[in-house]
C-alpha cells in the first residue's frame, strides 16, 4: 500500500488553482505540442491570463525546464526536459518488458537491436541487447547519437511537422562523420521525406563506417511516434539489403513494445 503523505494524512488537498498544478498544465501543453508554442497560445490550452503563464514560464526557463527558439517567442522543451524524460524511462518500472522483446528480437535476427528516443539533437538510446558475434558495437543504454546521421534519428525527423523540419534543416550544423554521411540539407530533406511516405528508416554507415541500420516507428495508442526500435549489423556480415528483408520482425516487435510499454 502507498504510504500517505502530510497532505492525505491530514485529508487535505492540492488546491486546482496551486502554483505547483498550474505549473504542471503548463508543462503538460508544451510537451503535448507537436510544434513550439507562443504565450498566447499556451494561454489558451491552459486557460490562464497571460502575466501568470508568462510569470511561470520564465521560471521554468530560468530552471532549464523550457526555451524560447531562437529568434522567436514560441518555447519548447529545453535540455533539462529532455534529460528528465530519459531518465525516467531509462529507470522504468516496465523495462524488464521491452528488454524481452528486444531479446527476443535478437534471437530471431542475430544482430544487435536498440530502443531509441528522441533527446534534443540526438537519439538516446533506451535499451540495447548485443548479438554474441564478436564484432559488434558498444552503446550502452544512456549513449546518444546524432539525429541527422542514424536510422532512429532520421525517422524522428521524418516525423516532425515541416516548419520544424526546415528549421532543423536550416540551422543545423551536419558533420561528416562517414563518407556516406548527409551532409547537405537539401538532399537530407529528400531523404526524410522519403522516409515519412516510407514508414522506415535506413542507415547506410551514415555515423559509424564499416556499420548499417534499420529503423521502425513505435507508436503509442494515438498514433504518435514515441520510440524507435531499430536492427544494427557490420555490412561486411549483414548488408543493408539483406537487414531490411527482417522489417516485418522489426514491426511486430514494435508493436509489441507499444502494447506493453506505458509512455
Known sequence: MRPKDDSEASGEQIPAGSAIVRTMDILEAIVSSDVPLQ???????VDLPKPTVYRILATLEHSGLVGREPGSK????????????????????N??????????????IGETCNLTIPNNNSVLYLDRVETA????????????????????????????????????LRVTPLIRHT????????????ELESIRSQGYSLDDAEYLAGICCVAVPVRD?????????AVQAPSAR?????????????????????QTVEW
Request: charged share 25%; net charge positive.
Open 39 to 45: 504565450l498566447a497560445e499556451i494561454c489558451r490550452k
Open 74 to 93: 514560441r518555447y519548447g522543451c529545453a535540455e533539462r526536459m529532455h534529460q528528465l524524460a530519459g531518465n525516467t524511462l531509462l529507470r522504468s518500472t
Open 95 to 108: 523495462r524488464a518488458a521491452r528488454r524481452a522483446v528486444l531479446e527476443e528480437l535478437v534471437e530471431q
Open 133 to 168: 558475434w564478436p564484432l559488434r558495437v558498444a552503446l550502452a543504454a544512456g549513449s546518444k547519437v546524432p539525429l541527422y546521421a542514424s536510422a532512429s534519428g532520421k525517422l524522428f525527423l521524418s516525423a516532425m511537422p515541416k516548419r520544424s523540419r526546415d528549421r532543423f
Open 179 to 190: 563518407p556516406t554521411t548527409l551532409v547537405d540539407p537539401s538532399v537530407l530533406g529528400r
Open 221 to 229: 495508442s494515438d498514433g504518435r511516434l514515441v520510440a524507435a526500435l
Open 238 to 258: 549483414m548488408p543493408l539489403p539483406e537487414l531490411t528483408k527482417f522489417l516485418p520482425e522489426l514491426r511486430q516487435a514494435a508493436d509489441a513494445i507499444a
